[in-house]
């Protein structure tokens, strides 16, 4: 399968393109903006390919990876938006800037390797977006984490609307709303809380439903979570 994992180095996306790239029939670009998270990747596995992306900059950045992409891969048959920012600071006190930024990262950008990515991906392929259950409608909501959790929401809905769009192209489109993982994110969120997942698990689960789980669903919100803090 040649797959494209957006935000992969660290977290739990790091662990998912570790856990893909276990099966030598993928091949795998992974973005981010850590280049030497990037290049440590890349030297791990021979079927990982590192493109630096940042998704709040120009079109020119995202010309260089829909290059490598044309390079490396005849069609995408997975796309892991899994990219993501987190400023903990309450709704008020959230300058113009930091607010932009958190929704550049985790919705417009993801939104526009989208529509950057749709027109090489293949009949039957898979969009998995991943969002948090910060996001997710009547869950359980925190001070400091407004725009976040909004931005969220936002990728979770679209995910939704382009199931609808994608449906004559037989392209899927599903989101996956995570709870408690313990990663970097989570400690600079919750410091001392401590998750009863890991990274490392809860990219076992991911890279296996990117796989299947178009098979069963479409245009559907999945709440992950065993906990939330």
Not at 68 to 80: E, K
Not at 116 to 132: C, D, F, Q, R, Y
């Given at each position: 399968m040649n797959i494209v994992v957006n935000g992969g180095?660290?977290?739990?996306?790091?662990?998912?393109?570790?856990?893909?790239?276990?099966?030598?029939?993928?091949?795998?670009?992974?973005?981010?903006?850590?280049?030497?998270?990037?290049?440590l990747l890349s030297s791990n596995a021979g079927n990982i390919h590192a493109v630096k992306l940042d998704l709040t900059s120009s079109d020119k950045s995202f010309k260089s990876l829909i290059d490598?992409?044309?390079?490396?891969?005849?069609?995408?048959?997975?796309?892991?938006n899994n990219a993501g920012l987190l400023i903990s600071k309450r709704f008020i006190e959230t300058n113009e800037d930091e607010a932009r930024?958190?929704?550049?990262?985790?919705?417009?950008?993801?939104?526009?390797?989208?529509?950057?990515?749709?027109?090489?991906?293949?009949?039957?392929?898979?969009?998995?977006?991943?969002?948090?259950?910060?996001?997710?409608?009547g869950s359980a909501k925190f001070d400091g984490l407004a725009y976040y959790s909004a931005a969220k929401a936002a990728i979770s809905c679209l995910s939704e609307c382009l199931?609808?769009?994608?449906?004559?192209?037989?392209?899927?489109?599903?989101?996956?709303?995570?709870?408690?993982?313990?990663?970097?994110?989570?400690e600079e969120a919750f410091p001392g809380y401590k998750a009863p997942v890991t990274a490392k698990e809860m990219a076992e689960f991911i890279s296996y439903f990117a796989k299947t789980g178009h098979k069963f669903f479409n245009g559907k919100i999945l709440p992950v979570a065993v906990s939330t803090p």
């Open positions: 180095t660290r977290g739990i996306g790091r662990e998912v393109v570790i856990e893909l790239s276990h099966d030598s029939a993928n091949n795998i670009i992974v973005t981010g903006r850590n280049e030497k998270s990037l290049e490598i992409v044309n390079q490396h891969f005849n069609s995408v048959d997975i796309l892991i930024l958190i929704m550049e990262t985790n919705f417009f950008g993801p939104a526009l390797l989208i529509r950057k990515l749709k027109p090489v991906m293949a009949e039957g392929s898979h969009i998995l977006n991943i969002s948090s259950m910060g996001g997710f409608q199931a609808v769009e994608f449906a004559d192209s037989k392209i899927s489109v599903n989101c996956l709303a995570l709870g408690a993982v313990q990663t970097e994110m989570l």
